[in-house]
């Protein structure tokens, strides 16, 4: 059965914390996504890699920062966290375009 | 970036009805679409891959009209647990990160 699983289920930080997202998954999938989703918006690319070290931006990465040290790990970094990133957090992985397999989401607060 | 569009609802339907959700795209370049399901407070999963025409999975059928620029999701015979939040997706080509989308359309079955 493949599998994502993210750190956190539910996360609580103040505004200027750093943030660290983890994401792991266990289908040696090339591909690594990070989105947003938020009421009325949808989801919302933050940033993918499509291989170990190797980096894409998406829609919106002002923010954020990615790490990808081994392949089945992807992490999210909010650098200074603030109120607007407050939203939930969806990690996914795929071999190709095909089929995204997503992770059970962590709900991120910032106070 | 080019968008997908879909109603979000909410449609509201008895069980047993036939309900159909419609999804437009700007992006003339999309390859190929998608169908996701997600459930309240869970993650999206892939329902459905539409490459040509159209497919059909039991009780469910896609439809692709490339003149029009729509996707189609028909559900027949709708049951209780088929409530959730239908997500349009579309992949133009290229980069990994060229998945687009849609906002979703809310599906909720009442007995």
């Known amino acids: 059965d493949v599998k994502v699983t993210q750190s956190s289920r539910y996360l609580v930080k103040r505004t200027g914390e750093k943030v660290f997202l983890e994401c792991v998954q266990d289908m040696d999938h090339e591909n690594m996504f990070w989105y947003r989703q938020d009421p009325g918006l949808g989801l919302r690319l933050i940033y993918f890699?499509?291989?170990?070290?190797?980096?894409e931006k998406g829609d919106i990465p002002e923010g954020y920062s990615v790490s990808r040290e081994k392949k089945e790990r992807f992490s999210l970094i909010l650098e200074s966290a603030s109120t607007n990133q407050t939203s939930m957090y969806l990690c996914?992985?795929?071999?190709?375009?095909?089929?995204?397999?997503f992770g059970p989401g962590t709900r991120l607060t910032v106070l | 970036r080019k968008e997908v569009e879909q109603d979000p609802g909410p449609f509201n339907v008895p069980e047993g009805a036939t309900v159909a959700f419609n999804c437009t795209y700007s992006n003339s370049a999309s390859q190929s679409f998608f169908w996701y399901r997600q459930d309240c407070r869970k993650e999206p999963k892939l329902l459905m891959s539409v490459y040509s025409s159209g497919n059909e999975d039991g009780r469910f059928t896609a439809q692709l009209n490339r003149a029009s620029q729509y996707i189609s999701l028909l559900i027949r015979d709708s049951k209780l647990s088929d409530s959730a939040t239908y997500l349009c997706?579309?992949?133009?080509?290229?980069?990994?990160?060229?998945?687009?989308f849609g906002k979703g359309t809310k599906l909720s079955v009442k007995p």
């Open positions: 996914a992985s795929s071999r190709d375009y095909n089929e995204q397999f």
């Open positions: 997706v579309s992949y133009y080509g290229g980069s990994q990160g060229n998945l687009i």
């Open positions: 890699s499509y291989d170990v070290k190797m980096k």
